[in-house]
């Protein structure tokens, strides 16, 4: 499993972490599951915080999996009831993070799968491409349609990446129902080079610390 621990909360951009070597980035709509997801995939109940009310996420939060290897959760975009203001200091932090971002591994983009690219999502995909790093997509809440839906949806998202050019992969996700755990932690630990039990790409052991409300650990891995 991942063993996650909060690093530390970045406002702006001359504050992110100067010793960090291979982050990887996760991003999506503000009602789509991301701080589920990211909770579930490392194992914790409240790792990322998850609100009722969406958009609570303002700053880009970092957790550390192994020494100077980061997960970064970045705003949640489209909610309408931010204001104006804040919506752009929002997007100015996400697409100066992700721009420019040398430590930058890949995107992890979480869609709902009832409502899969989205006008806004599409937009990051296609501002994202010229980067030419690796994005990888959760259809989160996989658990609210049936198999043969997910099914359809999962292949309809692979067949867009094609189109777009990006060379991206997708896969099924439920956090509740602990689906997809095992994938979207495969492609984490590739992205990071922090193997199974092993050490880091630059020979430092996974040292990061387990949070007592870490929950159960079982994912299932989705054709």
Sequence with gaps: MLNAQFYTTVA???DLPADSEAEVAFAGRSNAGKSSAINAIARHRRLA?????PGRTQHLNFFQIAPRRFLVDLPGYGYAR???GQQRAWQSLIGGYLARRPALRGLILIMDIRHPFTELDRQLLNWFAPTGKPVHILLSKADKLSRNQAINVLRTARALLDE???GGSAQLFSGPKQQG???AEAVLRAWL???RGGVADDGTAETAKKNPA???TAGQTVP
């Design 12 to 14: 702006q951009l001359a």
């Design 49 to 53: 915080f998850v609100s009722k009310i």
């Design 82 to 84: 931010a204001p104006l």
């Design 164 to 166: 777009i050019r990006l």
């Design 181 to 183: 755990l095992e994938e």
């Design 193 to 195: 080079g922090v193997p």
């Design 214 to 216: 870490e929950g159960d």
